[in-house]
């Protein structure tokens, strides 16, 4: 079973920042690994596919690089929209289930 | 419009059964894998449960095997996720996602969830 470990499990940064958010894979997940933002009281929103393909609608500020067990979510320069909880996720053909990282909230400092 | 909308949540005593559904609606359903999500109250994401397109493949993950089940209905453009037994480590808001048109191995549309509380 892959385990997904992101680091930090909190980021304090100011609008204007740069964010760089880590998730390392227990083993390689090729470029199976994708990206979601999570705002109090809604859903998960895909930004990252892939690695590195943005989804449909998301702004260049956000990016994603990496592949086999080390990943990054960079944003280019916060938003006061973009503080939220980011989480990593990998899915493969077989077994077909999801496996999500633990989350890293950026919050406002 | 494009959109899942999930429905069945409630509140049920331990060991009891409940039904969740996710109305699909402005792409093609039956093209699909789709896949249940959970989060526990202020906790991170867990996978639960995928079916194939055709729903020919099922598959869960270890809590829920043997307890849920998952469903599809193409004609009726509908998911649904069977729970019996539930446990109180049940309770958690239940998303419905879709795979993805152009990265299938990530989920490009999650409906609103519907909560589930499991206590007696």
């Known amino acids: 079973e892959i385990v997904l470990t992101q680091s930090p499990a909190t980021l304090s940064l100011s609008p204007g920042e740069r964010a760089t958010l880590s998730c390392r894979a227990s083993?390689?997940?090729?470029?199976?690994l994708a990206w979601y933002q999570q705002k109090p009281g809604q859903a998960p929103r895909l930004l990252i596919y892939?690695?590195?393909n943005r989804a449909t609608g998301i702004p260049a500020r956000f990016s994603g690089s990496g592949s086999g067990t080390d990943f990054t979510l960079t944003i280019s320069s916060l938003e006061p929209e973009d503080f939220a909880v980011y989480y990593c996720?990998?899915?493969?053909?077989?077994?077909?289930?999801?496996?999500f990282g633990g989350g890293t909230k950026v919050e406002i400092k | 419009q494009v959109q899942l909308v999930e429905s069945g949540g409630g509140v049920v005593q331990p060991g009891r059964s409940l039904r969740l559904s996710c109305a699909a609606s402005g792409f093609t359903f039956r093209n699909h894998g789709m896949h249940w999500v959970r989060q526990a109250p202020g906790k991170g994401l867990e996978w639960v449960s995928v079916?194939?397109?055709?729903?020919?493949?099922?598959y869960y993950e270890d809590s829920v095997k043997g307890r849920f089940t998952i469903s599809r209905d193409n004609s009726k453009n509908t998911l649904y996720l069977q729970m019996d037994s539930l446990r109180t480590e049940d309770t958690a808001m239940y998303y419905c996602?879709?795979?993805?048109?152009?990265?299938?191995?990530?989920?490009?549309?999650w409906g609103q969830g519907t909560p589930l509380t499991v206590s007696s």
């Open positions: 996602a879709k795979e993805g048109d152009a990265g299938r191995y990530s989920f490009d549309l």
């Open positions: 892939d690695a590195s």
């Open positions: 083993q390689s997940v090729n470029s199976h």
């Open positions: 079916v194939a397109a055709a729903g020919s493949v099922t």
């Open positions: 996720q990998h899915r493969d053909n077989w077994p077909p289930g999801a496996t």
